[in-house]
């Protein structure tokens, strides 16, 4: 079976710019929630989505915003990009969207702010 | 958020069991307790996770202190490939959130 997809897998954006990243869930899988790695820490939650509603939303700037589709893909969209944006952002998806379940995680895509 | 205690790095020898800890003593009754590891370049990885009971799986074993103020991952035979940043995160049962802390460098020689 296809683990979590991510893409694309780097990118490279200006100051000013948006971009928007994409993930795909493993199969049967209806909830993906959005994290941010920042080189030597450890991943920060920011969205997390079920049934293509929000269950929660971590300490992130309106400049970040995410949605689900209803074949229970996501976007994670972030406007107005700063050099602090530069990071691996990651994508994790479970069945459910409590915290009994474990959570698989993509590769990330790796977004350098220049 | 209820915050893990970890040690900032451990180290092994290749084939022997390792035992990674975790102090959680502000748990909730409706808390998981999650472990999650993460190698070089790569997305984390899940290994365990539980309630009140002891877990085993392929890949580990989780032992959870009876008052679950604390936790322990088992590697039961180390090799190269579980040298890692290992993570002990508490999910909610409410919602699966996960806050990360910055977790346990496992070192695995030979």
């Known amino acids: 079976d296809a683990g979590v997809t991510q893409s694309p897998t780097h990118l490279i954006k200006t100051r000013g710019q948006h971009v928007t990243l994409r993930c795909s869930p493993i199969?049967?899988?209806?909830?993906v929630s959005w994290y941010q790695q920042v080189l030597g820490q450890g991943p920060q939650f920011i969205f997390q989505y079920y049934e293509k509603e929000e269950r929660g939303r971590g300490n992130f700037p309106d400049r970040f915003s995410a949605r689900q589709f209803p074949n229970y893909s996501s976007e994670l969209n972030v406007n107005a990009l700063l050099l602090g944006d530069s990071a691996l952002y990651l994508c994790a998806s479970s069945l459910l969207w409590t915290g009994g379940y474990e959570q698989y995680f993509g590769p990330g895509t790796r977004l350098t702010v220049t | 958020d209820a915050k893990t205690t970890q040690p900032n790095s451990m180290e092994s020898n290749e084939e022997e069991p390792v035992h990674l800890p975790c102090n959680h003593s502000?748990?909730?009754?409706?808390?998981?307790i999650h472990w999650y590891r993460q190698l070089p370049s790569q997305g984390p990885e899940y290994v365990i996770h539980g309630l009140t009971s002891n877990v085993n799986n392929r890949m580990a074993s989780l032992a959870i202190a009876e008052d679950r103020k604390s936790s322990t991952l088992i590697l039961h035979r180390a090799t190269l490939r579980d040298a890692a940043v290992y993570y002990c995160?508490?999910?909610?049962?409410?919602?699966?959130?996960?806050?990360f802390g910055t977790g346990t460098r496992l070192q695995v020689t030979l």
């Open positions: 199969s049967g899988h209806k909830s």
């Open positions: 502000t748990i909730s009754g409706t808390d998981y």
């Open positions: 995160i508490l999910g909610t049962g409410t919602a699966s959130k996960l806050t």
